[in-house]
């Protein structure tokens, strides 16, 4: 990775404990230790600053961006932020915040939570599939977060379109139909995205 180029760590959920598809406290406390030794972390505002005046910014210069507004971002991640004295941008969707619109991830959980099958099959025609069974909770969220790894690299029109054929072969496609007003999309964003624990050690290998 080139140290002169600025490296954004976009974060999205939080846990108290340890989970699959969430950082937990633990977790984002060593991320921190390690970007404090190693890095040199600084808001948004100032690289913006930095490169509107033509200041060169320190090796390894490092933005903190935590998306979307879930409470997780405030009730784990603001308090080692704050002991860390380490800033961060956080990024809000305001209808999301006010419960007037689905993010399209929760949406693929809340159809498989939703959905009574017992058995799970996708096949995307990049050749990506995920089969599996849908017997409990956990089964039900890890299928959704396999899904959405294989949806989130897609262009929004094609993503749509495949969550309306997974929402049909759930036979949930009602079920979304009835919560369209809800339904959004995220925009792509060319950063490093820390979604699950081993993403950040992928990092680390990087730089």
């Not at 915040?97 to 949406?107: A, R």
């Not at 089969?131 to 899904?147: F, M, N």
């Not at 049909?168 to 490093?192: A, D, G, H, P, V």
Request: proline fraction near 4%; charge should be negative.
């Amino acid at each position: 990775m080139n140290r002169r180029k600025v490296l954004i760590l976009t974060y999205h959920r939080f846990s108290k404990s340890e989970h699959p598809y969430r950082i937990s406290e633990k977790e984002f406390e060593a991320h921190l230790t390690y970007l404090a030794k190693h890095n040199n972390v600084l808001s948004l505002d100032e690289v913006v600053d930095a490169k509107r005046s033509g200041d060169e910014l320190p090796p390894n210069t490092t933005v903190i961006t935590i998306d979307d507004g879930y409470h997780d971002a405030y009730d784990v991640a603001f308090p080692l932020l704050e002991k860390f004295r380490i800033p961060a941008t956080l990024y809000t969707i305001t209808d999301f915040v006010d419960g007037k619109v689905w993010l399209w991830t929760d949406l693929m959980r809340y159809l498989l939570l939703e959905s009574e099958a017992g058995f799970f099959s996708y096949e995307h025609p990049n050749g990506e599939k995920v089969e599996s069974a849908l017997e409990d909770y956990e089964q039900k969220t890890e299928v959704a977060g396999r899904v959405n790894a294989i949806l989130k690299k897609l262009p929004e029109e094609e993503k749509t379109y495949r969550i309306k054929e997974i929402a049909e072969s759930l036979e949930q496609l009602r079920l979304l139909q009835s919560n369209s007003k809800y339904y959004c999309m995220e925009t792509n964003q060319e950063i490093i995205g820390i979604d699950t624990p081993e993403d950040f050690e992928k990092l680390k290998s990087m730089v």
